[in-house]
């Protein structure tokens, strides 16, 4: 039972970690839809429309995976890390942290391209939201283990 409580917690972080970069990229893609469809560009606005649509459900769906496995791996740790908030904050992050980071770094790695091609501020957009999910489901580890003042 608590596997499942835990993966269940995590879960739902992962949906609202997911949901704030869904909620953000939706709105400017139905606004700039909106537009293009005012000024008669009707072929932009659809363009804009799916790629918002397919922006919001790929989010939600990383959160939630993200989430997912933050849980599972908090349950499955050992009692003596998950009763130590700075070791199961540790993994939390590395959960959650790691895997954009990757998902990062192959977004930005195709078509030939290097980290190098791109400017200062696409890392530090990048490089921030991973810190802040990382930071994220380090600082809410103890709610998603059970050991948070709530529970």
Avoid at 72 to 87: D, E, S, V
């Amino acid at each position: 039972m608590r596997l499942r409580a835990t993966v269940r917690r995590g879960a739902r972080l992962g949906a609202l970690i997911g949901a704030w970069p869904a909620g953000i990229v939706g709105t400017l893609c139905l606004v700039a839809a909106f537009v293009c469809l005012i000024g008669g560009h009707d072929g932009s606005a659809w363009t804009l429309t799916c790629a918002g649509a397919v922006a919001v459900l790929g989010s939600m769906a990383v959160g939630v995976t993200l989430g997912t496995a933050t849980g599972l791996a908090l349950a499955l740790a050992p009692g003596r890390l998950i009763t130590r908030a700075p070791l199961r904050g540790l993994l939390a992050a590395l959960t959650a942290g790691l895997p954009v980071a990757a998902l990062s770094v192959v977004a930005l790695t195709g078509d030939g391209y290097t980290l190098a091609s791109y400017p200062p501020s696409i890392h530090f957009l990048t490089w921030s939201a991973t810190l802040t999910i990382a930071l994220v489901a380090a600082a809410r580890s103890g709610d998603i283990a059970g050991h948070g003042a709530e529970h």
